[in-house]
Structures are given as C-alpha cells and as structure tokens.
T-cell receptor
Framework: DAKTTQPPSMDCAEGRAANLPCNHS???????VYWYRQIHSQGPQYIIH???NNETNEMASLIITEDRKSSTLILPHATLRDTAVYYC????????FGAGTRLTVKP | DGGITQSPKYLFRKEGQNVTLSCEQN?????MYWYRQDPGQGLRLIYY???????QKGDIAEGYSVSREKKESFPLTVTSAQKNPTAFYLC???????????????FGSGTRLTVV
C-alpha cells in the first residue's frame, strides 16, 4: 500500500493559491517526499521534492512539517492549466503511488 | 535530449493475442517500472526492475511478463491471460534507490492499449 494519504479532490479559483496536503506519518528519516502531477492521458510530471527543509522552484513550493509527518504543495497562482491529479509519494524502493488529489482550477 | 520513450502511443489488438509494449530510456537509469492506469484511477505497479536481468512483480503482475536484457529497455508483454487488458500503460525509470532515496522518476508519455 502507498505510504501517503491525500484528499481525493479539491477545487481552487483561478489566480488563487492552491494548497494540497499530504500525510506521510510513517516516513523514515532518509526518505524524500516527491510530488508529481498528471494531466489527463499524459505521463506524470515531476514538480518538486524535499527531505526536511521547505523547497521552492519555478512551479511550486513544498512545505514539510518539522516532524516530517505531513507536507503541503503550494501552487502560488493557480491557472486553468494546473487542473490535474497531484500525487504525493515517499521515495522508497518499490515506487507505489496512491490515488492522488484531483485538483480542479475554476475560472 | 535524454528521456524515456514509449511506443506506440495507441495500440489496438484482438482479444486473445499477446502484445508487447516498448519502453526505452537513454538516461542511464538503473531502475525501470511499468504501471497500469484505468480511467479515473491511480497508477498500479505491474513489474519493476532495478538491474539488468532481474525484475520483480508488482501488485498486478498476473497476465503480464517483462524482460530486462539491456539497461535501456524494459518491454512489457500483455498476454492473453490478462482478463481486462484495455488500459493506459505507463513506463518510468530512475537511478537505483540509495539509502538517501534522492532520486526521482521520469515517466514516458504512455501507451493506450485497446483490446477488441
């Protein structure tokens, strides 16, 4: 089974920040948290990853709690093209994905 | 540019026929993976390989077979034993996992298989 828990769906207004939560309470000390997104009928696309510290790149920010049991992916100004399924995974040897969160950005 | 290529993008087969899906990467990645995705569902792991000439079953390996004769290639055969083969198939690759697990995955663009 996947080691992460995400809400099945979320909505966000265009131009607003989208905050996608993920619980990974059984994460080990050396496991990274990765986020991917999948737009319909395409392969998943890498967004960002982190271990302990918060991370930011041109696509998103990743906030990891101090105990590392949860994280939040932030899309600062969501656009309609950000509508996708977002997967949070804990990097381990067997690479299993959960069901992800279906984010719908609305005009 | 380096990447991972799946071919063909669309594939149609008659029921009862075996079909092989291609996955090739030029990223020098050690590990490769196959996933199946049904409409509205997440990714389910079929098989994975962390080194040449070795592979392991995932969660839904029944009715599928793989080979890993070369580092660059990890073809998936959907056999006639697979009861519901129509699906979207995704291949991925990564560097071999390490204790730091600081290696992400690169995905192909997928093959949509339809069995009629």
């Amino acid at each position: 089974d996947a080691k992460t828990t995400q809400p099945p769906s979320m909505d966000c207004a265009e131009g607003r920040a989208a905050n996608l939560p993920c619980n990974h309470s059984t994460i080990s000390g050396n496991e990274y948290v990765y986020w991917y997104r999948q737009i319909h009928s395409q392969g998943p696309q890498y967004i960002i990853h982190g271990l302990k510290n918060n991370e930011t790149n041109e696509m998103a920010s990743l906030i990891i709690t101090e105990d590392r049991k949860s994280s939040t992916l932030i899309l600062p100004h969501a656009t309609l093209r950000d509508t996708a399924v977002y997967y949070c995974i804990v990097r381990n040897n067997d690479m299993r994905f959960g069901a992800g969160t279906r984010l719908t950005v609305k005009p | 540019d380096g990447g991972i290529t799946q071919s063909p993008k669309y594939l149609f087969r008659k029921e009862g026929q075996n079909v092989t899906l291609s996955c090739e990467q030029n990223l020098n990645h050690d590990a490769m993976y196959w996933y199946r995705q049904d409409p509205g569902q997440g990714l389910r792991l079929i098989y994975y390989s962390q080194i040449v000439n070795d592979f392991q079953k995932g969660d839904i390996a029944e009715g599928y077979s793989v080979s890993r004769e070369k580092k660059e290639s990890f073809p998936l055969t959907v056999t006639s034993a697979q009861k519901n083969p129509t699906a979207f198939y995704l291949c991925a690759s990564s560097m071999a996992p390490t204790t730091l697990s600081n290696y992400g995955y690169t995905f192909g663009s997928g093959t949509r298989l339809t069995v009629v």
